[in-house]
């Protein structure tokens, strides 16, 4: 699913369910009345009639597994045979082993049937693959024979049900191997498997198909994962009011750094840049020296000390080109202990390798730490954290032991909060990676927060303005630079203009 992140989204389900919530709304369903072997119909249909749409008839193979995925294979294959196309059907087990609405729809097919045996089947003629062999909740890798079939396979475009076989659609890691699909057909819900890496890549486009599930059938636990959409923090963004003043729109500090200090003054001042575009009445650059920035960027020499001594900040960041050192280190603590909003990024994080602890026990309030990969794992070695596990659990473990929200940065951004709470942001344009991105992006979620704006709603927002500022500044040639520049015109898109 490709989306314009310039609109305000149209409503799609933002609600990510894991296998295990997946298979309790399918029990629930069952148990108010709706039919397996008719969902099993519409989901197959749906697969067929998809592949229908992106694909002239071609010689198709069509895998289906022992269990519901496997069904749904039968169905698309049926499908397609009435369509015309010439289909081969292998299925992994004998017909003899299938239960229920699959073994119904199987017994619906009357074309010749190949099981597997072996290596597997041959080739021939196929030009496409259906892979309708395990869905997302399957629990241990593929069988040895099949994983090495299809990975000799791999220069046939390949349709995924629900997900490619071998990756676990709760976290987006494949259990040992999943094959590359061109797309992935998938019901009722998206799993967190399609958006996180390096599921969001395996599985191609992705298609979600409503199966006529009704949205009152819900997990019995609380859905923890979700997309992000404009409407969980719009109405938090915070328009110019008539009585405001620039101290009412919050004044930001930022420590810049310097070169004798290992730091680069450069990043600050994206930063910086970033929080007045989005609305930071007053932002200061606290620097060792003297350096220039636009005129209404407050740049000033005094002592850090003297910044976190200000009662009126309302917001502090620290990192972007800090230099990773004992003397950030301290610059951060000394923030913290204000309890204002904190935003910390780049080496505020990495001077607090090895001794996160530290950092956790000085957080004294709102804080949201912005790592990409590299710093994450720097950060969070030698804590509870497990850092063996995927994205999507370690940055939850990271907001829960922290106590703060964790934006873990890359193509899947990850919003984690203490609570356990995690939006994905899977939509942001590769050209986003470029020096002083990230730069721009804590300076955002510093505005925000400074106005006022909860750490949730801000990293939240932040990091879907920052996306749509990099779409709209186009595939090529971007620079950090131009984020800012584009920042006003993302805003007045989705800012609320009623209140002036
Ligand atoms: N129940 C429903 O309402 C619907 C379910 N649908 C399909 O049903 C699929 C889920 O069906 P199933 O729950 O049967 O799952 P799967 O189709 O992934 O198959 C699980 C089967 O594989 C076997 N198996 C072997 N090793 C396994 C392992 N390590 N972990 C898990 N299973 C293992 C199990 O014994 C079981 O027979 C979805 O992916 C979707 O394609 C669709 O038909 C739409 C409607
Ligand atoms: N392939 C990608 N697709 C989309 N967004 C990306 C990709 N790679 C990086 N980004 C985004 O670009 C920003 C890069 O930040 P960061 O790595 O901190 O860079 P820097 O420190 O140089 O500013 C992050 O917001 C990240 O999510
Ligand atoms: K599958």
């Given amino acids: 699913m490709a989306l314009d992140l310039l609109t305000v989204a149209p409503d799609y ?68 045979r009435d369509a015309g ?43 496409l693959i259906v892979d309708a062999l395990f869905g997302a909740g399957l629990t241990r890798p593929l069988p040895p024979a099949v994983r090495r079939w299809l990975a000799r396979t791999t220069a046939l475009p390949l349709v995924a049900v629900d997900v490619p076989s071998g990756l676990d659609g709760g976290t987006g890691v494949p259990l040992g191997w999943a094959p590359q699909a061109a797309l992935t057909v998938t ?34 636990d609380r859905i923890e994962t979700q997309l992000n959409h404009p409407r969980l ?112 990024d780049a080496d505020a994080l990495t001077s607090f390798a090895g001794d996160a602890d530290r950092l956790r026990r000085g957080l004294a309030g709102p804080c949201v730490l912005t790592p990409h990969e590299g710093e994450f794992a720097r950060l969070f070695a030698g804590t509870p954290v497990d850092l063996t596990q995927g994205r999507l659990s370690r940055a939850r473990q ?16 990850l919003i984690a909060h203490p609570d356990g709470r995690v939006i994905v942001q899977p939509w942001a344009p590769p050209a986003l990676a470029t020096a002083g991105s990230g730069d721009v992006l804590a300076g955002i979620i510093l505005g925000l927060m400074a106005l006022g704006i909860s750490a949730s709603d801000a990293a939240a927002a932040g990091v879907w303005l920052h996306a749509a500022a990099g779409q709209r500044a186009g595939a090529h040639g971007m620079i950090a630079e131009d984020l800012v520049d584009f920042l006003p015109e993302i805003l007045d898109k989705f800012i609320e203009k009623s209140l002036y």
Wanted: hydrophobic share 50%.
């Fill in 187 to 220: 019901f009722h819900r998206y799993k967190p498997g399609h958006f996180i890496m390096p599921g969001k890549s395996l599985c191609g486009d992705l298609h979600l198909i409503d199966i006529c599930i009704p949205a009152n059938i819900r997990p019995p």
């Fill in 85 to 127: 196309w010439p289909v081969r059907l292998v299925s992994l087990v004998p017909l003899s082993a299938l239960t229920g609405a699959a073994a119904a729809h199987a017994a619906r097919w009357s074309a010749p049937v190949e099981v597997w045996e072996g290596a597997g089947p041959s080739l021939g003629e196929t030009a």
């Fill in 13 to 80: 389900p933002l609600d990510l369910l894991t296998p295990a919530q997946m298979g309790a709304v399918d029990a629930q369903a069952a148990l108010a009345g709706l039919v397996v072997f008719d969902l099993m119909d519409r989901a197959g249909t749906e697969v067929a009639e998809v592949v229908q749409t992106r694909w002239t008839p071609r010689p198709v193979l069509v895998l289906c597994g022992p269990g519901n995925n496997g069904g749904d294979g039968w169905v698309a294959a049926r499908r397609l």
């Fill in 233 to 344: 923090w719009q109405t938090a963004l915070r328009p110019p009011r008539l009585a405001d003043h620039k101290f009412t729109r919050g004044w930001a500090m930022i420590r810049a750094g310097h070169p004798e200090s290992g730091g680069m003054a450069g990043a600050a001042i994206l930063s910086s840049r970033a929080a007045r575009r989005v609305g930071a009445g007053l932002v200061s650059l606290v620097t060792p020296a003297a350096l220039s920035d636009w005129p209404g960027t407050m740049v000033t020499t005094k002592p850090w000390a003297d910044a976190c001594a200000e009662k009126r900040a309302t917001g502090f960041l620290l990192g972007p080109g800090n230099g990773v050192s004992p003397a950030t280190a301290a610059a951060v603590l000394a923030a913290a202990a204000t309890g204002a909003p904190l935003v910390l």
């Fill in 398 to 413: 990271a907001a829960r032991w922290m106590g703060a929200t964790i934006v873990l940065k890359g193509p899947d951004t």
